[in-house]
Nanobody
């Protein structure tokens, strides 16, 4: 099994910044991809940013130019730097990981517990 532990959420005023971290631990053979999703009240969970094994990046249009996803392979950790935050960024942010855990080539998906980000106007 793999555990994803998020940290860095909190409350900030509009225009401010936060940095989320997600550390993966457990039986990790290799990391296929990691990502951040978010879910606001009454909304579906949506992709915010993703980073693939090769390092290619993908961002939701709503956060392009403001958010940056990065990773530290040595620490099995992915980060989300969030700048110029807006009230509409308020949501629970979830870390997602797609891992190979046993060297078979089969991958498995894991989710973190979520961390609240609240942006006030």
């Amino acid at each position: 099994q793999v555990q994803l532990v998020e940290s860095g959420g909190g409350s900030v005023q509009a225009g401010g910044s936060l940095r989320l971290s997600c550390a993966a631990s457990g039986s990790i053979f290799s990391i296929n991809s990691m990502a951040w999703y978010r879910q606001a009240p009454r909304n579906q969970r949506e992709l915010v940013a993703a980073i693939s094994r090769s390092g290619s990046l993908n961002y939701a249009d709503a956060v392009k130019g403001r958010f940056t996803i990065s990773r530290d392979n040595a620490k099995n950790t992915v980060y989300l730097q969030m700048n110029s935050l807006k009230p509409e960024d308020t949501a629970v942010y979830y870390c997602y990981g797609n891992f190979e855990i046993d060297g078979s080539g089969r991958t498995y998906q894991f989710w973190g517990q979520g961390t609240q980000v609240t942006v006030s106007s």
